[in-house]
């Protein structure tokens, strides 16, 4: 069957053994390594919810017959894109959306670069064809993505060409007969080296001048490939009990700089070649910005509700949900989340079929909600730190509850309307995992930046909107004004 368990997903990432480096060593295991097991255990936890609940997670692969995981699917109805977007959902509430790279995610972009690979073959029909069969490989394989698309931060003010080292950034060395070389660094891959397999791609949002076609290219390789480094940043798992760190102990997926030292890349497995105008078009002309958006969209809902409960949660604990800003405080984030629900449903039931007989949802629902959602999550956020106020801070640890001379003094001192004092801390610990520790912080920073930098995706979808018929509106408007314009003006 195509759908692996979490066993064969461990499994993998065994005997591949990739190369990833975290506090200052190699990781021999990265199933068995404090800093990334426990989200290794998470991801295997997805994989078997496939089996678990094969209605709702799996689907008919069209080539094989056999079972493939539903986020895999290309969706030809809306009824397609509604079951899709369920097994999202099951896999996000897994985390409380907290997983932001969960498999579905990249799956959506392979699914949509496979069957809308048109663009690609405008350098060579070998290139379609390879997106179509990777697409195929991924699905009857259940293959585990990173990505990574952005290049290092030198000096932002420069194209890449014109660096003071131009080959720190990932690039093109040399076109060989079976494939191609390339070098350098490239940003940040969110599970890099805890997945199969990495695929580079341009920035959805940076664009590249033609003097930086050598640094546009889009491939995908196994995460054991030589010459492929992983070099992780510190882990915010402090191996701490789960009721210490609800969050952080389950779900730290770890974000990594990646290293290409001359990686021989299969032409099999290249997509685009030094184009930086296919490059440039990638994510919008094959739609995947699309259906990327959907799974977002979809698992930010989740994620909103995860945030809301805990909100009226902590409310409810220490007896503040009667004041007027608290209750207001409230509402703001209860708007959010109908509002998002709101931009889905407009997505879902305005989707047509693209060229390629994918349904395809409408964009511009999706492109509200994901240039939204960034301004509104650090709100949200800071809405629950806000109303938790001193006990974000009074939160003993598991170890404090069971020690006999002041377990009893905290369970009686942090009681709270509704709550024993253990209930209550423990409530508070996930409020603060979700807002304050190193992965709560984490969190916010990585939905700001989710689909890259809001200012720059402000600018591009003030540029994109349709903005004449409201300015036609208000011209219109001016003219049945009943007045005389001054002669002495008509010149
Ligand atoms: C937690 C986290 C996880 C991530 N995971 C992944 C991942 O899995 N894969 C991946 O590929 N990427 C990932 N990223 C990277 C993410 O895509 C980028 O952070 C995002 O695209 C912004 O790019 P940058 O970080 O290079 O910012 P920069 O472009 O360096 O911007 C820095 C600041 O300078 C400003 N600035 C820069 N250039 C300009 C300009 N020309 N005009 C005006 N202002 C400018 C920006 O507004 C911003 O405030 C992740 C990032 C984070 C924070």
Redesign the pocket.
């Known amino acids: 069957m195509p759908a692996k368990t979490g066993q064969e997903y461990i499994s993998r990432l065994k005997q591949a053994s990739n190369n990833i480096y975290l506090h200052g060593e190699r990781v021999s295991d990265v199933t068995e390594h404090p800093g990334l097991k426990n989200v290794v255990k998470s991801m295997a936890r997805l994989y078997d919810l496939q089996h678990e609940k094969p209605e709702k997670m799996l689907y008919t692969s069209p080539t094989s017959g056999e079972k493939a995981g539903m986020t895999f699917m290309q969706p030809k109805t809306i009824d397609d894109l509604i079951a899709r977007r369920e097994a999202i959902q099951e896999w996000a509430r897994t985390s409380g959306g907290m997983m932001g790279?969960s498999p579905d995610y990249l799956n959506a972009e392979v699914m949509a670069m496979g069957v809308n690979n048109k663009l690609f073959a405008e350098d060579d029909q070998m290139f379609a064809d390879n997106a179509a069969k990777y697409y195929e490989y991924a699905r009857e394989n259940d293959i585990s993505l990173?990505?990574?698309?952005?290049h290092p931060?030198v000096n932002?003010a420069k194209a890449q060409h014109e660096q003071k080292d131009a080959n720190v950034a990932l690039h093109l060395v040399e076109k060989k007969k079976d494939g191609i070389i390339v070098d350098g660094i490239r940003?940040?891959?969110?599970q890099g080296g805890i997945t199969d397999e990495i695929l580079v791609f341009p920035?959805t949002?940076?664009k590249s001048g033609e003097h930086d076609d050598p640094y546009s290219v889009a491939f995908a390789i196994p995460n054991n490939t030589p010459g492929l480094k992983f070099l992780s940043r510190e882990s915010f798992d402090y191996g701490k009990s789960e009721w210490d760190h609800p969050l952080s102990s389950k779900f730290e997926e770890g974000?990594a700089i990646v290293s290409f030292e001359n990686v021989f890349v299969p032409w099999e497995r290249v997509f685009v070649c030094g184009n930086s105008s296919i490059c440039n078009r990638t994510f919008l002309e094959t739609n995947a910005v699309v259906h990327m958006s959907h799974q977002v969209v979809a698992k930010n809902i989740v994620k909103t509700e995860f945030l809301l409960g805990t909100i009226l949660s902590v409310m409810d604990s220490i007896g503040i949900d009667q004041f007027q800003h608290v209750k207001d405080k409230g509402t703001e984030v209860m708007l959010a989340l109908e509002t998002m629900k709101s931009h889905l449903f407009r997505a879902e039931h305005n989707a047509k079929p693209d060229a390629s007989g994918t349904m395809t949802p409408d964009f511009e629902a999706l492109n509200a909600a994901r240039n939204w959602y960034p301004r509104i999550y650090p709100r949200m956020v800071e809405i629950l730190r806000v109303l938790g106020a001193s006990g974000m801070m009074g939160i003993p640890t598991e170890a404090d509850f069971h020690h006999e001379d002041i377990g009893p003094i905290l369970h009686r001192g942090l009681q709270g309307k509704n709550l024993e004092g253990y209930e209550r801390v423990q409530l508070f610990r996930l409020a603060w995992d979700m807002t304050m520790s190193a992965f709560g912080s984490?969190q916010m920073?990585?939905e700001y930046?989710f689909f890259?930098?809001p200012?720059?995706m402000g600018m591009a979808y003030f540029d994109q909107y349709e903005k004449d018929e409201y300015k036609q509106y208000v011209y219109d408007f001016l003219k049945e004004t009943k007045s005389t314009k001054p002669g002495a003006l008509n010149v």
């Open positions: 790279r990173t990505h990574t698309l952005i931060q932002r940003l940040l891959a969110t920035s949002v940076k974000d984490r920073h990585y930046y890259g930098d200012v720059k």
